[in-house]
């Protein structure tokens, strides 16, 4: 028996929270920036009539504006998206505990269970539609599957405030003729190499040569095969069931750009005291960084390295980020943002092999011992009573350890 699955997708999830507070707002175009007085001036949400106007979300403030100067800006608020957020997910509660949140504003949910009680999937998504907007204010998409990735593309494939299904019979006369870059972990460079193969839609995709898809792009060639001919049976986590932690990340766009190596090294140093802060918490380590940087004209790069030993060390995390920029990164060429992450994470009890090398691990103990000791003091008097000689006084923006106001990207 196929299982029957919902994901459901907020419409518009920030600004229509903002909306609420601003009704006068509900009929002209608006839209949720950060603040262009410390260079976080982007569009991170807008309206569906800021839509209309071919404004999307990153794009900065400035473009937005050449598109629709009359456009209205809001700044975020974080604590309501978190709080509405939770409200979203109690109503899901109410239908089956089965709910697995993908991000602040989407999440499955394995209704199979409740079919009996509550009627068909398709029925189920609508009176969680309708309960939403009349206890909330808010309207959601939702998509009905057979699995979570059908379900994940069918809330994607009609908005707002809709529902599609997506069934074994239906699913290759609604996704296939799509194209490639709308299948779900396609990404742009991804997609631009499916194309440049001949494979421009999701159809396409499904029908190519899984073998070519391997050789093309490794394991994530098979992935995206199965996924495209709807063969996918991840679970739904129970509500009460701990989300893995796959990754610990920490972005900063700095209020002036980094052009000198030792703005490079101040930075990394806040950036990778944060990372191995968050691990310790998690009682996690890194088997690898990740780094992120992005210039003044948002051209991006990320490259990321395995590591000798896994760690939560932030001299370790910081070694590891400073080489890969060394390497693939010309020095003075300005940075707007960086991000550092870290990521294949094993639990930090893991038995690691015992090095040959005493020295080596004496200091790495050492250096955990400083960490932890540096963990305690701020646990204590709080995140800033105690931090590096190089971040006092800073012009870049820097503020380690206050995770509520960072970028920071825990990934689950």
Request: proline share 3%.
């Amino acid at each position: 028996m196929d299982r029957t699955i919902l994901h459901c997708d907020m419409n518009s999830f920030f600004a229509s929270v903002e909306l609420l507070s601003h009704p006068e707002l509900k009929h002209v175009p608006m839209a949720v920036s950060g603040s262009p007085e410390n260079r976080h001036g982007i569009i991170l949400a807008k309206n569906e009539l800021a839509k209309q106007y071919g404004i999307v979300t990153a794009e900065t403030i400035w473009s937005a504006k050449k598109k629709c100067p009359d456009l209205k800006l809001v700044p975020p608020h974080h604590e309501q998206y978190k709080r509405y957020s939770k409200l979203i997910n109690e109503i899901y509660y109410r239908f089956t505990d089965m709910v697995e949140p993908f991000s602040i504003d989407e999440s499955w949910l394995d209704v199979t269970a409740s079919l009996k009680l509550f009627g068909s999937g398709k029925e189920i998504a609508d009176t969680i539609r309708k309960t939403v907007k009349s206890e909330l204010g808010l309207t959601l998409s939702a998509g009905v599957s057979y699995n979570k990735i059908f379900a994940k593309m069918g809330s994607e494939y009609k908005k707002p405030d809709a529902t599609t299904v997506i069934s074994r019979e239906n699913y290759q006369a609604i996704l296939w003729p799509q194209d490639v870059n709308q299948m779900f972990f396609v990404g742009t460079a991804t997609a631009e190499k499916l194309r440049k193969t001949g494979i421009r839609t999701i159809g396409e995709l499904a029908q190519s040569d899984k073998s070519l898809l391997r050789a093309l792009l490794g394991k994530h060639g098979d992935m995206l095969y199965d996924y495209a001919n709807g063969l996918d049976d991840s679970p739904v986590s129970h509500c009460y069931e701990k989300q893995k932690i796959k990754s610990v990340g920490n972005g900063i766009t700095f209020k002036r750009n980094l052009t000198t190596m030792n703005d490079i090294q101040t930075a990394l140093m806040a950036l990778c005291s944060t990372v191995s802060a968050r691990l310790r918490k998690y009682q996690m380590k890194a088997t690898g960084v990740k780094v992120d940087i992005k210039d003044p004209y948002f051209k991006t790069i990320s490259r990321q390295k395995q590591l000798d030993a896994s760690t939560n060390i932030t001299e370790e995390i910081y070694a590891a980020a400073l080489e890969l920029i060394a390497v693939s990164w010309s020095i003075g060429n300005p940075i707007r943002l960086l991000t550092i992450t870290g990521i294949n994470l094993v639990d930090e009890n893991e038995q690691e092999q015992l090095s040959f090398f005493h020295e080596r691990e004496e200091i790495r103990k050492k250096g955990e011992s400083l960490d932890r000791a540096m963990d305690a003091i701020r646990s204590k008097f709080g995140g800033q009573s105690i931090t590096f000689g190089g971040m006092i006084n800073n012009d870049l923006g820097l503020d380690i350890h206050d995770n509520e106001e960072s970028e920071e990207s825990d990934s689950e």
